[in-house]
């Protein structure tokens, strides 16, 4: 998968899809939101994204504990890398639009402590790991704290909020997009752009996990 | 089956004697959360709202769970670890370890509570739901805790490495058991607290059956 070409080709294509549609395709005009509601392709899908990735991570965790073999490691590792990346890039891109419609860039809601909490697991993460010189044990205390931090934070950033208000749209009684004008129009760029920013991450992720496995060549000559 | 039941009970009675053998530890533990509870209260100098009551008693208990649970592996001599490893069963291992820190951590808790009303007075209106938010949540975090310092005494044995790993993990479990607690303290109606409730077991059910899967791969070394 990581050397054909047709995925990334479609990465390509969708995200100039997105860019175009984003900056000057058609919009419902709304009250508050106005022209900001462009940044769903840009923010949601990123958080879409970091998901994928830190799904991956897990998912790598546990080939990692069952097989031993630290290819698994490093795929771990890389998508967790590139989770947090696309974690900070859907914060702030969330900042400037809370800033524009709720009038701060932070406020107290739940959607918004999961984020925190999440890149603040991963963080964690990467300390582990960098506090353990031994390849293979790093990647199996890794793989294990890894795997219990992503359940920990499923039921953060899925079960918590569902039990409190929030501001985002279709909880705490805010009507959802799609209640109102997500509508086909919007459609159609929003799922094409969860997948062109999904595919793009895997993308720089397997580039990542291929130069680490050049470099580990080099060191072993 | 019986084996492991007697294997179980045995080590957690051995986890008992070990304590009590050596009770300078327990005493530190003691002295640890009261000097807490102190400086909070010479830090305050008057009576506090529920909410800042609640918060300050949930982040104490939270100092006082890590600095009790991060010597639980540590303490072990190196004989006595390859005695285990050679003879018992990881899962059972991790079960009794977790059964002992959530006796230690109630115990420790009701102290740390009567300590604490005892410095800052506060009329909590349903002693009933608050003791059992105090169970419930020395159980959540005696189990994400021994997981944990069962991680890190594989990484060179770190101590200020429990912290940084199990605090955000701890984020799910601590929204929950504050807000719980909270709602004991006001006295809100039990129907109106079911939901945490259940949050709060299916939390800890789900933290217990995650280090039972996932400590013995952490075992063999």
């Given at each position: 998968?990581?050397?054909?070409?047709?995925?990334?080709?479609?990465?390509?294509?969708?995200?100039?899809?997105?860019?175009?549609?984003?900056?000057?395709?058609?919009?419902?005009?709304?009250?508050?939101?106005?022209?900001?509601?462009?940044?769903?392709?840009?923010?949601?899908?990123?958080?879409?994204?970091?998901?994928?990735?830190?799904?991956?991570?897990?998912?790598?965790?546990?080939?990692?504990?069952?097989?031993?073999?630290?290819?698994?490691?490093?795929?771990?590792?890389?998508?967790?890398?590139?989770?947090?990346?696309?974690?900070?890039?859907?914060?702030?891109?969330?900042?400037?639009?809370?800033?524009?419609?709720?009038?701060?860039?932070?406020?107290?809601?739940?959607?918004?402590?999961?984020?925190?909490?999440?890149?603040?697991?991963?963080?964690?993460?990467?300390?582990?790991?960098?506090?353990?010189?031994?390849?293979?044990?790093?990647?199996?205390?890794?793989?294990?704290?890894?795997?219990?931090?992503?359940?920990?934070?499923?039921?953060?950033?899925?079960?918590?909020?569902?039990?409190?208000?929030?501001?985002?749209?279709?909880?705490?009684?805010?009507?959802?997009?799609?209640?109102?004008?997500?509508?086909?129009?919007?459609?159609?760029?929003?799922?094409?752009?969860?997948?062109?920013?999904?595919?793009?991450?895997?993308?720089?992720?397997?580039?990542?996990?291929?130069?680490?496995?050049?470099?580990?060549?080099?060191?072993?000559? | 089956?019986?084996?492991?039941?007697?294997?179980?009970?045995?080590?957690?009675?051995?986890?008992?004697?070990?304590?009590?053998?050596?009770?300078?530890?327990?005493?530190?533990?003691?002295?640890?959360?009261?000097?807490?509870?102190?400086?909070?209260?010479?830090?305050?100098?008057?009576?506090?709202?529920?909410?800042?009551?609640?918060?300050?008693?949930?982040i104490i208990m939270l100092f006082a769970a890590t600095n009790a649970i991060a010597r639980s592996f540590i303490q072990?001599?190196?004989?006595?670890?390859?005695?285990?490893?050679?003879?018992?069963?990881?899962?059972?291992?991790?079960?009794?370890?977790?059964?002992?820190?959530?006796?230690?951590?109630?115990?420790?808790?009701?102290?740390?509570?009567?300590?604490?009303?005892?410095?800052?007075?506060?009329?909590?209106?349903?002693?009933?739901?608050?003791?059992?938010?105090?169970?419930?949540?020395?159980?959540?975090?005696?189990?994400?805790?021994?997981?944990?310092?069962?991680?890190?005494?594989?990484?060179?044995?770190?101590?200020?490495?429990?912290?940084?790993?199990?605090?955000?993990?701890?984020?799910?479990?601590?929204?929950?058991?504050?807000?719980?607690?909270?709602?004991?303290?006001?006295?809100?109606?039990?129907?109106?607290?079911?939901?945490?409730?259940?949050?709060?077991?299916?939390?800890?059910?789900?933290?217990?059956?995650?280090?039972?899967?996932?400590?013995?791969?952490?075992?063999?070394?």
């Amino acid at each position: 998968m990581a050397r054909s070409w047709w995925w990334k080709i479609t990465a390509l294509v969708l995200l100039f899809y997105t860019y175009y549609e984003g900056f000057i395709g058609e919009i419902p005009r709304m009250p508050i939101l106005n022209e900001t509601i462009r940044n769903l392709y840009f923010h949601v899908t990123m958080w879409m994204a970091m998901l994928v990735l830190m799904i991956c991570n897990a998912f790598y965790g546990i080939l990692y504990l069952n097989k031993s073999d630290l290819y698994f490691d490093l795929v771990a590792d890389e998508s967790a890398r590139m989770a947090m990346v696309f974690g900070i890039a859907g914060l702030l891109t969330g900042m400037v639009w809370a800033n524009y419609t709720w009038g701060a860039p932070w406020v107290n809601d739940p959607q918004l402590n999961g984020t925190a909490a999440s890149l603040l697991i991963y963080a964690a993460y990467f300390i582990l790991r960098n506090a353990i010189p031994d390849d293979s044990k790093r990647a199996r205390l890794a793989a294990v704290y890894g795997i219990f931090a992503f359940v920990m934070m499923i039921v953060f950033i899925m079960v918590l909020p569902k039990m409190t208000d929030s501001l985002h749209p279709g909880k705490g009684g805010n009507p959802g997009f799609n209640k109102y004008d997500l509508d086909a129009n919007m459609r159609m760029v929003f799922y094409p752009a969860v997948i062109a920013w999904t595919l793009l991450g895997v993308w720089m992720m397997s580039l990542r996990v291929r130069i680490r496995r050049i470099e580990w060549k080099n060191e072993d000559q | 089956m019986n084996t492991t039941l007697h294997q179980y009970l045995r080590l957690v009675s051995h986890e008992v004697r070990l304590e009590f053998k050596n009770y300078h530890a327990l005493t530190s533990l003691l002295v640890y959360s009261l000097a807490t509870i102190f400086i909070a209260y010479i830090s305050y100098r008057q009576s506090l709202d529920p909410i800042t009551w609640n918060a300050l008693f949930w982040i104490i208990m939270l100092f006082a769970a890590t600095n009790a649970i991060a010597r639980s592996f540590i303490q072990e001599s190196r004989g006595l670890q390859l005695f285990h490893y050679t003879f018992l069963n990881p899962a059972v291992v991790i079960l009794a370890k977790t059964t002992y820190n959530i006796l230690l951590l109630s115990v420790l808790g009701f102290i740390n509570l009567s300590a604490f009303s005892l410095f800052f007075s506060l009329s909590i209106h349903d002693w009933g739901q608050f003791s059992l938010g105090l169970l419930l949540g020395s159980f959540g975090l005696s189990a994400v805790l021994t997981l944990v310092s069962g991680i890190v005494s594989k990484a060179h044995n770190q101590a200020a490495l429990v912290a940084i790993l199990g605090f955000p993990l701890l984020f799910p479990l601590l929204i929950t058991i504050i807000k719980f607690s909270g709602n004991a303290i006001q006295g809100v109606e039990w129907s109106l607290n079911q939901p945490n409730l259940y949050l709060l077991i299916a939390l800890n059910s789900i933290i217990v059956v995650l280090s039972f899967l996932l400590f013995p791969y952490l075992w063999r070394d």
